[in-house]
């Protein structure tokens, strides 16, 4: 075992003072031993006693090479972040009489922003009295929720929270861009299987070419 006090995080071997331990390992039934015993056994294998559950009655140490055993704790750690996925909130800020002009152009940017995997906080701000127009608010951002159906789920309804009321649009797995390569593929399947339903014909034509027998009909 490699000894690096600075990195270590565990106790090992004679580090671990407890006077029992309850031993796991590969290949090995969990039992509780002393804990001279455990390292003793730990030093037959050739492996080191690794405490693992410190706060276990009694605590929980591990039969395994040290080095491997962070090796595989730093793994584990490696892949549980490659899976967190960070999502940014972007803020879409309305007045409750917004129009139509303004509303469209934010429209645009929230759909932009739920396409690339952003989720959207759209809130309408009441500035003074205006807080008495907090009907035509919910309708807008209601509204609002409507139009990024295709791109987005509401996540929660509009809320009033002082003088604001919000809404939160999460985006959906399936964004615009893999709806239009979809299409995309559909249109070049057409393409690829018109030809070939119109090759028997263009054949039969080509198969005769001597000249046409009263009587007889050679086109299908």
Do not use: W
Request: positive net charge; aromatic residues 8%.
């Amino acid at each position: 075992m490699k000894k690096d006090d600075k990195k270590q995080q565990y106790r090992v071997n004679e580090q671990i003072r407890v006077r029992e331990v309850r031993i796991v390992g590969d290949g090995i039934e969990s039992t509780v031993v002393p804990t001279y015993k455990a390292i003793q056994m730990a030093e037959q294998r050739g492996v080191d006693l690794v405490e693992i559950s410190p706060n276990a009655e009694p605590p929980v140490c591990r039969l395994i090479d040290y080095s491997k055993f962070i090796y595989q704790q730093k793994k584990k750690q490696k892949e549980m972040k490659a899976k967190q996925t960070v999502v940014n909130v972007k803020e879409i800020r309305f007045g409750p009489q917004t129009d139509d002009h303004d509303y469209n152009f934010k429209l645009k940017h929230a759909i932009g922003f739920l396409s690339d995997g952003d989720k959207v906080k759209a809130y309408v701000f009441f500035k003074g009295r205006s807080i008495l127009f907090k009907e035509q608010g919910e309708v807008l951002l209601l509204r609002f929720a409507a139009d990024l159906e295709e791109y987005g789920k509401v996540e929660s309804m509009p809320v009033l929270e002082g003088k604001r009321m919000i809404m939160f649009v999460a985006p959906k797995k399936t964004s615009g861009k893999s709806k239009e390569s979809g299409i995309a593929n559909k249109e070049q399947e057409s393409a690829l299987e018109s030809p070939v339903k119109k090759a028997p014909q263009q054949k039969a034509r080509k198969e005769y070419t001597g000249p046409k027998v009263e009587g007889e009909d050679f086109d299908d």
